[in-house]
C-alpha cells in the first residue's frame, strides 16, 4: 500500500516537473530570449563574415512569394546558399516558380525558371549574366545583410501569439512589426504592418545549435504577400 502511494507521489512529481518545464518554455521570456539570438547574425553585411560564427558551413534558404488576387497563381522565387567552410565559397541554386489550386483543390505548380547563384563583393549573382535572367534574379542582396534584430527592440514589440510544441520541441514568437526595410525589400507600398514570425528549431532549444525561420507576411483585400529566410549552421562532418 505505501509502495503504491509512494509510487504514485513521485509520479505526480515528475508531472508537475513536465508540466512546469512546458510552461517556462512556453513564456515570452524563454522564447523571446531565443528569438533574440538572431542578432547574431541580423545584420551580416558581408555573408563570408558567417563563417566566422559558423566554421563548419552554413546554408541559407531564401523564399519570396506573392499572390495579386485570391484566383491568380502565386510567384515564387527560393534562393539555396550553401556555405562551404573549406573553399568559403557561397553558391546554390534559384528557382522561380508558378503555383495555382485547380477547380478540384490540388495545387499545381510548375518550374519557371532555374539557374545557378553565387555570392561574390557583396551581391548575389547568377551564373549567367542575360537581362532577362537578372530580372529573375529580384534580389542582389539577402535581408539577412539590410535588416537588424535586437533583444531590446524586441521587447517594444506587440505579440501577436507564441508557442512552445513538446512534441516537436520547436518553438515560434509572432510580432506586429511595421518597419521601411522590409516592406521596401517586399515591394510593399506604404508602411504596411506585418506579421514576423521567428520560429525556432529543436536543435537551437535543446542542442545550443543555431537553426531559425524568420518569416513576413503582409495579407489584405487586394494581395498576399510572404518572405522568409532559413538559417542554419551545419555540423562538423554534415
Do not use: W
Amino acid at each position: 500500500m505505501f509502495k503504491k502511494i509512494a509510487m504514485i507521489m513521485l509520479l505526480g512529481g515528475l508531472g508537475m516537473m513536465i508540466l512546469a518545464g512546458c510552461s517556462e518554455k512556453n513564456s515570452r521570456k524563454f522564447i523571446e530570449g531565443k528569438a533574440a539570438e538572431l542578432s547574431k547574425v541580423y545584420p551580416t553585411e558581408n555573408l563570408e563574415d558567417l563563417f566566422d560564427k559558423f566554421p563548419h558551413g552554413f546554408q541559407i534558404i531564401s523564399t519570396e512569394s506573392r499572390q495579386e488576387t485570391e484566383d491568380s497563381p502565386s510567384i515564387s522565387f527560393e534562393i539555396t546558399l550553401n556555405g562551404n567552410p573549406n573553399t568559403k565559397e557561397i553558391a546554390g541554386e534559384l528557382v522561380k516558380r508558378r503555383a495555382m489550386t485547380d477547380s478540384n483543390g490540388h495545387l499545381e505548380e510548375e518550374v519557371l525558371f532555374q539557374k545557378e547563384v553565387y555570392y561574390k563583393g557583396g551581391n548575389l549573382h547568377l551564373v549567367s549574366n542575360s537581362d532577362e535572367e537578372i530580372f529573375n534574379l529580384k534580389h542582389s542582396k539577402l535581408l539577412v545583410q539590410l535588416f537588424t534584430i535586437s533583444n531590446d527592440e524586441l521587447k517594444k514589440l506587440k505579440v501577436k501569439q507564441k508557442s512552445y510544441s513538446p512534441e516537436t520541441g520547436s518553438a515560434t514568437i509572432t510580432y506586429q512589426v511595421k518597419n521601411k526595410i522590409v516592406n521596401q525589400y517586399m515591394g510593399l507600398n506604404g508602411g504596411n504592418d506585418l506579421d514576423m514570425s521567428v520560429n525556432i528549431f529543436y536543435e537551437t532549444i535543446h542542442n545550443n545549435d543555431f537553426g531559425y525561420s524568420l518569416e513576413f507576411r503582409d495579407k489584405n483585400d487586394y494581395y498576399y504577400s510572404y518572405y522568409s529566410e532559413v538559417i542554419s549552421e551545419k555540423k562538423q562532418g554534415e
